[in-house]
């Protein structure tokens, strides 16, 4: 089903503009009116086709809604198209039946067992109105911040109530542990859609995979311990058998916490334990000497700051423990979500506007594996795409 144009948020027209290399300025009603005669241009002209769409379990996109892939010539539209199939035949249907996930464990089982990983894992706001669209993913890392490859993802999508008293949109609140608001800097949504009990389940795929491979080199998973509802998750897990890695707070997330409690002499101290190099025999009085010069009187924010700390030493010495780090010193600068920050700005600007319906039933995933073929592309072929190469699949319905 396709979005109006007078549907269109005001970075929706910035993005289909700039694709077409047309004029960004002015008012909003004067680059829909931009954007309106350009797409006119388009229809009346026979020089390219329209791409073909990609579906599965009845969720379908059209691959040349996006801005970037309009403007593809047919060797780089073809480059795309490999990687973006072996990524669909990796979506399936989630186990509760209640939509699709994405989840490739061979990145996984490929890691080089003598290099320390971490797992990054956040929901993004891709659109906040007409209806709220957030999408959950989980990544591993090098500790070094390299290699950082997407091998989960789910796409949620919720409905806005009205309110008629106040004659406003109320925003949803999903889970008990999340209270809804908005930043004062960039009003965006902060409720969490997905909940504690859908995380688990995700993370129980990857730490099977971990166990089936007997992968030993995940010293941590980098999240907002908060938002996400670690606590929560991290019995379920254990109540279903499964040992949860080392939780360490996001340090972008952390600090933005301890600004918004308007602590400043955390977030200095926060920064110089970030880019420290510890040394195996000095590491402990290295973070002590760091600390102690903290003459904050904001206790919250002390607790906050020393919760991160002190889970700092058991995952310096479970790096130490591998060929990659051993009795070498050790940077944290890239144990964070910083490349995962990035990726999801990047999808909240790249991503079609499409309808809550079609959404709702899984074109918000497919939408993301597009635009992880798109972050990925190059002339260099994926391993994945490779193994397709080799293997001769029998027809089947993606319907």
């Not at 379990?57 to 691959?63: C, D, I, L, W």
């Not at 990726?343 to 918000?364: M, N, Q, V, W």
Request: aromatic fraction near 8%.
């Amino acid at each position: 089903m396709e979005v109006p144009l007078s549907e269109f948020s005001s970075l929706d027209l910035e993005r289909e503009l700039y694709a077409r290399a047309q004029n960004t300025d002015g008012l909003k009603q004067e680059r829909f009116g931009r954007l309106l005669a350009a797409r006119q241009q388009d229809s009346q002209s026979s020089i390219r086709a329209r791409r073909s769409s990609i579906a599965k379990f009845g969720a379908r996109v059209q691959m040349d809604d996006f801005a970037e892939i309009k403007m593809f010539d047919p060797t780089e539209f073809e480059l795309l198209s490999n990687k973006v199939q072996w990524r669909l035949d990796r979506v399936r249907r989630t186990e509760d039946g209640e939509g699709l996930e994405y989840f490739h464990p061979d990145v996984l089982s490929r890691i080089d067992r003598s290099k320390t990983y971490t797992l990054n894992m956040d929901e993004f706001l891709v659109r906040q109105e007409p209806y709220i669209h957030k999408i959950f993913v989980i990544f591993i890392s090098r500790t070094c911040g390299q290699e950082h490859k997407l091998c989960y993802a789910r796409s949620l999508a919720k409905l806005r109530s009205w309110d008629e008293q106040t004659e406003e949109f109320e925003w949803p609140l999903i889970t008990t542990e999340n209270i809804t608001s908005l930043t004062a800097d960039n009003a965006e949504l902060q409720t969490t859609l997905i909940t504690p009990e859908n995380i688990a389940k995700a993370l129980s795929y990857v730490l099977e995979t971990f166990r089936d491979n007997n992968l030993e080199n995940i010293v941590a998973i980098a999240c907002d311990t908060n938002r996400l509802g670690v606590p929560a998750i991290t019995m379920l897990l254990e109540a279903s058998g499964h040992v949860m890695p080392a939780t360490l707070y996001d340090i972008y997330d952390l600090q933005s916490s301890l600004q918004n409690m308007f602590c400043s002499a955390c977030v200095r101290i926060l920064m110089r334990v970030e880019h420290e190099i510890y040394t195996k025999t000095t590491y402990g009085d290295q973070l002590c000497k760091l600390c102690s010069g903290n003459r904050t009187k904001n206790m919250n924010a002390v607790l906050l700051l020393m919760e991160y700390v002190n889970k700092l030493p058991q995952i310096l010495n479970t790096m130490w423990s591998f060929e990659e780090h051993l009795d070498k010193p050790i940077s944290l600068i890239g144990l964070n979500n910083r490349l995962l920050k990035i990726y999801g700005s990047h999808i909240k600007r790249e991503l079609p506007p499409i309808t809550f319906e079609d959404c709702a039933a899984g074109s918000g995933l497919l939408q993301l594996i597009i635009f992880d073929a798109l972050w990925c592309i190059s002339t260099e072929a994926e391993p994945e795409e490779i193994n397709m190469e080799a293997i001769v699949y029998a027809p089947h319905s993606q319907d």
